[in-house]
Each structure stands twice: as C-alpha cells, then as structure tokens.
C-alpha cells in the first residue's frame, strides 16, 4: 500500500526556499533535493500558494514563504497539501458478509477520529521553525553544513 508523503515534501519545499540563499531557486533545484520531478514540486507549490502559505510567480524563479516560519504551523501545511484527507484509513474492501469485516471497521472509526484529533491538535503546536531548528540541530551533531541551494 502506498502512503502519501505529501507534507513531508511540502515541508521539505518550504525549508528549502526558507533556507536557500540565492535569490532564485527553481522547481528543478528543488525536485533535485527531495528526488522527484519539477511538476510534483510544483504541484505542491501551486497548493502552498492557493492556501496563503507561499508566494510564487509561474515561470519566476523566485517563491518565498508568506510568513515567518514561526508563523506557519505543521497543520497549516498539511491541510494545504492533504486538503483534510485524513491520517489513517478503513478498509472499504471488506466481505459485507462478515460481521467482523464489516463491524471492525466501525469500531475503528470512532478510534481513528480520536487520533486524528490529536494528531492535529499536535500539528498545530508545530511550527516550521521548530522543524528547522531540528534540523540544523541535527546538521551540527553530524558535524555537517547546512546546504543552501546545492540541492544536496
């Protein structure tokens, strides 16, 4: 089964652009360091504008975060990339025939609500910042240098 990593490349774009120095960085710089294609991080791109968190002006290599990234929480990039699709999923493929098959998927339900609540109540407390600090604090304990724009 394939799970999305849509916020962990959105997160990644963001922290990019916040980290880069030059002052254009396109979607091929980009695409290189997640090691995906320009029109996914594009596509990611064009969702973070839609949702206030990035400014970007097609065929300008010049995108920008909207605000500090103090100010722009976990759950704010999430729900621009996932659009409220939620954490975990049912099985709908179930034998409908099966009361277990069939009724788990209730008993589920109401559990996996709880944890998306939490989660997001979490994701919310999150900030940008705080993932980029983890970040070069993790640079410096593998006594690494940040990279800029290189794409490494």
């Known amino acids: 089964m394939k799970y999305s990593t ?67 929480s976990l759950l704010d990039v999430y729900n621009a990339v996932e659009g409220g699709k939620p954490l975990l999923h049912l099985d709908t493929h179930v034998n409908p025939e099966c009361n277990v098959g069939v009724y788990i998927q209730y008993a589920l339900d109401a559990h996996y609500a709880d944890v998306q609540k939490a989660a997001e109540a979490r994701m919310a407390k999150i900030t940008l910042a705080d993932i980029y600090g983890t970040f070069l604090d993790l640079c410096e304990k593998a006594q690494v240098t940040p990279p800029c724009q290189s794409g490494t």
Not at 9 to 19: G, R, S, Y
Not at 29 to 39: L, M, Q
Request: net charge positive; proline share 6%; glycine share 2%.
């Open 6 to 72: 849509r916020l962990a490349d959105a997160a990644h774009v963001m922290l990019f652009i916040h980290n880069a120095k030059a002052p254009a960085i396109s979607s091929a710089e980009i695409a290189k360091s997640i090691c995906t294609n320009p029109a996914y991080v594009r596509q990611l791109m064009a969702k973070l504008k839609a949702a206030g968190l990035l400014l970007s002006t097609r065929g300008a290599a010049h995108p920008q975060l909207t605000r500090d990234p103090a100010d722009i």
